[in-house]
């Protein structure tokens, strides 16, 4: 019954995903051209161009939330999740859209409806998702709409897992009973010690899954649930009893008979995403270079008036899996200033006066637009910091190096 409800819940999100997509596309064009350019006749001229477009949007973005996963059941998922992929996949298909736009001509379109489409298009959609989430916890929290599971265990991960799914009442699980040691969960019903795992017990045709939540010293028992739940075809989920150590991100890696469990993926390990982001930099560095080269001249100049020296200051970074380049950065202090690891301060000595002044405005971080370029750094990321700074934050901070 859960299986058929979210099908169908799935395709109405899509549909109305496409709508949302056609009506942002629309509604941002329509406004550049009559609020903005008032320049009805441009939208005359090609009401077919902006369908067929509208259209192109709304098949793509569906496409892409279906590989972001985000008509998948929500139940224990956060917003976000939602957000994040949201922005994401709006944001590829905008900027690819655009760029197959503008190379081929295909239409007259501006840039800045485009970046109001990606706008609209990403609040009402999530807009959307939210009240969709809004409407399943409270229906949830009345008791429709809810997953029957059996849980497999007794012990303290069990108990961990019954605490939780009381607690929260909008992921609309509900347990019927639980295999294991009678007595040992409180007003839970007991459906049979261990003996019971392979029963009947399983074939209840109203269970939506089995959560197996055991302890280190029951793991044996595995095999024959897992056969258990094969036979009756009911969804199985296991709780490991490491569970308090395994992040929310894992992923499971395949080494011939060898499983193993990769506690610190992150998105950047894929490399589809690692090569969307690569080319987010090369692409948003090279312009940022062309636009920001009449101030860059500027720091030039006046870095050459303001004292002897060199122009670019370099300094020895870590960057990603620890390894060393050196960032570049405008010289703001005087060549003979003694070298100092830690960080200036505001009423720093060893600063010239053009160089205070970039400080304050930050002109002298824009040659760093070079290290983003190289693959140095990345625009979007953590700062790079100097190595005996590291070496401390490591120490002292926790994840740091994550």
Same mark, same amino acid.
């Given at each position: 019954?859960?299986?058929?409800? #979210?099908?169908?819940?799935?395709? %109405?999100?899509? +549909? *109305?995903?496409? &709508?949302?997509? =056609?009506?942002? /596309?629309?509604? @941002?064009?329509?406004?550049?051209?009559?609020?903005?350019?008032?320049?009805?006749?441009?939208?005359?001229? #090609?009401?077919?161009?902006?369908? %067929?477009?509208? +259209? *192109?949007?709304? &098949?793509?973005? =569906?496409?892409? /939330?279906?590989? @972001?996963?985000?008509?998948?059941?929500?139940?224990?998922?956060?917003?976000?999740?939602?957000?994040?992929?949201?922005?994401?996949?709006?944001?590829?298909?905008? +900027?690819?859209?655009?760029?197959?736009?503008?190379?081929?001509?295909?239409?007259?379109?501006?840039?800045?409806?485009?970046?109001?489409?990606?706008?609209?298009?990403?609040?009402?959609?999530?807009?959307?998702?939210?009240?969709?989430?809004?409407?399943?916890?409270?229906?949830?929290?009345?008791?429709?709409?809810?997953?029957?599971?059996?849980?497999?265990?007794?012990?303290?991960?069990?108990?961990?897992?019954?605490?939780?799914?009381?607690?929260?009442?909008?992921?609309?699980?509900?347990?019927?009973?639980?295999?294991?040691?009678?007595?040992?969960?409180?007003?839970?019903?007991?459906?049979?010690?261990?003996?019971?795992?392979?029963?009947?017990?399983?074939?209840?045709?109203?269970?939506?899954?089995?959560?197996?939540?055991?302890?280190?010293?029951?793991?044996?028992?595995?095999?024959?649930?897992?056969?258990?739940?094969?036979?009756?075809?009911?969804?199985?989920?296991?709780?490991?009893?490491?569970?308090?150590?395994?992040?929310?991100?894992?992923?499971?890696?395949?080494?011939?008979?060898?499983?193993?469990?990769?506690?610190?993926?992150?998105?950047?390990?894929?490399?589809?995403?690692?090569?969307?982001?690569?080319?987010?930099?090369?692409?948003?560095?090279?312009?940022?270079?062309?636009?920001?080269?009449?101030?860059?001249?500027?720091?030039?100049?006046?870095?050459?008036?303001?004292?002897?020296?060199?122009?670019?200051?370099?300094?020895?970074?870590?960057?990603?899996?620890?390894?060393?380049?050196?960032?570049?950065?405008?010289?703001?202090?005087?060549?003979?200033?003694?070298?100092?690891?830690?960080?200036?301060?505001?009423?720093?000595?060893?600063?010239?006066?053009?160089?205070?002044?970039?400080?304050?405005?930050?002109?002298?971080?824009?040659?760093?637009?070079?290290?983003?370029?190289?693959?140095?750094?990345?625009?979007?990321?953590?700062?790079?910091?100097?190595?005996?700074?590291?070496?401390?934050?490591?120490?002292?901070?926790?994840?740091?190096?994550?």
């Amino acid at each position: 019954m859960i299986k058929r409800w #979210q099908r169908i819940l799935n395709q %109405i999100n899509r +549909l *109305i995903d496409f &709508f949302i997509v =056609v009506a942002s /596309y629309y509604g @941002a064009t329509c406004f550049w051209l009559l609020v903005v350019r008032q320049d009805p006749s441009n939208i005359a001229l #090609q009401p077919r161009n902006l369908f %067929i477009f509208a +259209l *192109i949007f709304a &098949f793509a973005s =569906v496409f892409g /939330y279906q590989l @972001a996963k985000l008509y998948d059941s929500v139940r224990g998922k956060s917003f976000n999740f939602d957000i994040k992929w949201v922005l994401f996949v709006n944001a590829v298909i905008v +900027l690819g859209g655009g760029a197959i736009l503008y190379l081929f001509r295909l239409i007259d379109f501006s840039r800045a409806a485009l970046a109001l489409f990606y706008l609209l298009s990403s609040v009402l959609v999530l807009v959307k998702r939210l009240l969709v989430r809004v409407v399943l916890s409270r229906y949830r929290a009345k008791g429709y709409n809810l997953k029957h599971v059996v849980l497999v265990g007794s012990g303290a991960l069990a108990q961990k897992y019954k605490n939780t799914i009381v607690s929260a009442p909008q992921f609309g699980y509900t347990i019927d009973g639980y295999i294991g040691k009678p007595g040992n969960m409180g007003q839970l019903p007991c459906l049979g010690e261990w003996a019971a795992v392979g029963t009947e017990v399983l074939s209840n045709i109203g269970l939506d899954e089995v959560v197996v939540a055991l302890e280190l010293e029951q793991t044996a028992l595995l095999p024959q649930i897992i056969s258990a739940t094969e036979k009756y075809g009911t969804k199985l989920s296991i709780s490991p009893y490491y569970n308090d150590y395994i992040p929310s991100s894992t992923t499971i890696q395949t080494l011939g008979d060898c499983k193993l469990l990769s506690l610190r993926t992150t998105p950047l390990d894929f490399p589809g995403n690692a090569l969307v982001k690569r080319l987010f930099d090369i692409v948003t560095s090279l312009i940022l270079i062309v636009i920001t080269s009449p101030v860059m001249l500027f720091a030039v100049i006046g870095t050459l008036l303001s004292s002897p020296g060199p122009i670019i200051f370099q300094q020895t970074r870590v960057g990603k899996n620890k390894r060393l380049f050196q960032m570049y950065k405008f010289r703001s202090m005087r060549v003979n200033a003694e070298e100092n690891t830690g960080w200036t301060k505001t009423d720093d000595p060893r600063k010239t006066r053009f160089g205070s002044l970039m400080r304050k405005t930050s002109i002298d971080e824009l040659p760093q637009f070079f290290n983003v370029l190289k693959g140095d750094m990345s625009l979007i990321g953590p700062r790079p910091e100097v190595p005996h700074y590291v070496e401390q934050f490591q120490e002292t901070i926790p994840l740091y190096m994550l």
